[in-house]
């Protein structure tokens, strides 16, 4: 029974997740999405399709010329998620793209909830206490918030088996080459999960490691120094493994390098006692104060609510002769004021500055966003959670469960809010593009205008579910306009349907720039551009759903360039 023990605490995390999450869009999983705000799902389903067609050989794995026609864009710094991607290439393949995005939304609190477990097990050798250590970094604030619409960010299932790695390795419990290779195998599949992680996990793991020297017995710094080489062959082995990813993120320009503002994502200091609406437990009640935070509700990560502070301090004090406790609640004290950001934000106000400033100047570190990097704090913290309930000798039964009810009700205290447009998103993709019978005319490799445009549609999914055959004038593949994009007002229009001066005149000069042939527009959300689409030439169609206008390139051009 012990050995299935760990597959039967899976299988219970998995019902949760899909009770507490998932259920919403199990009632009608057909062309809907786990989560809110569809853009983007859309961006996720187009990642996993670009790794199928990447895998055979269609499709190119970083640089590719699919999106933001004519220049194209550097997917390295995207959010394509290629180790989940390529994992899952089979089920994409076979029922495509939504499918294999649900499952991952779906597993991403209970794998992270189970890797946390195992850890919280190994440190605390009480298996109801790592249940529920592992429940609280599983179903933290974090993971719902980044489970919303940030599939990369709450696929982090690695980290507390990063942790136990390097903890055997410390203490010599498994073969150091084994360990070494395992670790290597982790530290890579979190870079191809998403670098910013990986990344931030290097900055809180180093300084976590130094904390420890610094802090530890004789004993215990001699183990650390012993498994160092270990530690760096494994990091270097990783690194080797993801250099293609690297190498194309460091040595191709950055697409959205300067766009980026990290500087508007700090965690609030509020936010550690003051949910979102995220949080059913007082999310609607303090949503006036929530409101005031910077950033978004995804972004938003930070709410550990008064009863988890006084059971995580509660584990602290537990074991405070244990200098290895102190070394966690070092770990989370540094993520939690790396997560403030350059600027110490207070309800919404900023103050002094923080030390993420010296951080900002990195190489995959200065776009991070540093709320984010409270993931890191939450995995302390439930370790610190198991080790408040462990029994321990001479403990009273009726203190232990005491400790137990607080900690359960800290847990509850963290339940998502059950409101199905938080937790699912239908994406009503027309016909035309399902049958593929609006984009069968089209050429392949020609470039297209999807409308509404960016994150405001489904541009993304479309061209997914035509297997990339077109190119895009445009896309999400971050939430910045591209440079090559910016002398051209009709842009920003796409974005507002605010119109710019001339609009006939500047949306010839955008579709002559980007070559475009074909405008697909969804027919339930025309804008305001029919009337200067068929001024410019365009020939209309529909089908399915579809409203369709076909140029010739040369004319555009010729039009642009006048008599």
């Known amino acids: ?13 998995a019902a949760a997740s899909v009770v507490l999450i998932g259920r919403f869009w199990l009632s009608a999983p057909r062309d809907a999405v786990v989560g809110s705000f569809g853009g983007d799902q859309g961006f996720f389903a187009w990642s996993l399709v670009h790794w199928v067609e990447t895998l055979a050989g269609n499709q190119a794995p970083f640089l590719t010329d699919r999106i933001d026609a004519p220049q194209g864009f550097n997917l390295a710094w995207a959010t394509t998620i290629p180790g ?32 946390a477990y195992l850890l919280c097990r190994h440190i605390t050798r009480s298996t109801l206490a790592a249940i529920i250590g592992g429940w609280a970094f599983g179903f933290s604030s974090y993971m719902l918030g980044q489970t919303l619409n940030h599939v990369n960010l709450a696929l982090v299932w690695a980290l507390p088996l990063i942790v136990l790695m390097v903890i055997r390795l410390v203490e010599q419990s498994v073969r150091p080459r084994r360990g070494m290779v395992a670790l290597a195998a982790l530290i890579a599949m979190q870079f191809l999960t998403f670098t910013e992680v990986a990344a931030t996990a290097t900055v809180v793991g180093t300084l976590t490691l130094a904390c420890a020297l610094a802090l530890g017995p004789a004993d215990l710094r001699g183990r650390i120094v012993r ?11 990783a690194l080797a493994i993801v250099s293609p990813l690297l190498i194309a993120a460091l040595l191709h320009p950055n697409p959205i390098d ?4 990290p500087d508007l994502y700090p965690l609030d200091l509020k936010n550690l006692i003051v949910p979102t609406i995220v949080t059913w437990a007082g999310g609607q009640r303090f949503q006036g104060d929530s409101l005031q935070f910077v ?4 972004e938003q990560l930070g709410y550990l609510g008064p009863v988890l502070i006084v059971v995580a301090i509660g584990g602290l004090l537990r074991w405070r002769r244990e200098r290895w406790a102190w070394v966690i609640a070092f770990a989370i004290l540094a993520s939690i004021v790396l997560a403030l950001g350059a600027r110490l934000t207070i309800g919404g106000d900023p103050h002094m500055t923080m030390p993420w400033q010296l951080f900002t100047h990195l190489p995959l570190i200065k776009l991070a966003l540093p709320t984010r990097i409270v993931v890191f704090a939450w995995l302390g913290i439930s370790i610190l959670v198991a080790l408040f309930v462990v029994p321990r000798q001479r403990d009273e039964p009726a203190v232990v469960a005491l400790r137990l009810v607080t900690a359960g009700i800290a847990l509850i205290c963290l339940l998502p809010v059950p ?11 027309p016909p035309g593009i399902t049958s593929a019978a609006a984009t069968a005319e089209i050429p392949d490799d020609a470039v297209v205008l999807v409308l509404p445009y960016s994150f405001r549609g489904n541009g993304m999914y479309w061209q997914a579910l035509a297997k990339m055959r077109y190119r895009m004038a445009g896309g999400y593949s971050a939430a910045a306009i591209p440079a090559e994009y910016m002398p051209y007002p009709v842009v920003y229009g796409f974005y507002n349907d605010q119109l710019p001066s001339d609009p006939r005149q500047e949306l010839l000069r955008y579709l002559a720039f980007t070559r475009t042939s074909w405008v697909l527009v969804d027919a339930r959300f025309p804008g305001p551009w029919a009337q200067f689409l068929r001024e410019a030439g365009g020939v209309r169609s529909e089908v399915g759903g579809v409203v369709r206008w076909q ?4 004319t555009v051009r010729a039009q642009v360039a006048g008599p």
């Open 1 to 13: 029974m012990r050995r299935l023990e760990p597959l039967w605490v899976l299988l219970g995390y």
């Open 84 to 115: 989940p991607a390529i994992l899952l290439a089979p089920l994409t393949a076979l029922a495509g793209p939504l499918a294999s995005y649900n499952l991952l939304a779906i597993a991403a609190p209970a794998l992270a909830a189970w890797t």
């Open 227 to 237: 498994a160092l080489p270990w530690l760096a062959g494994a990091y270097a082995i």
């Open 258 to 261: 300067e766009r980026i503002r």
């Open 295 to 298: 950033g978004n509700v995804t």
């Open 419 to 429: 409101r199905a447009d938080l937790w699912r998103t239908d994406l009503h993709t």
């Open 551 to 554: 140029f010739d390139p040369a």
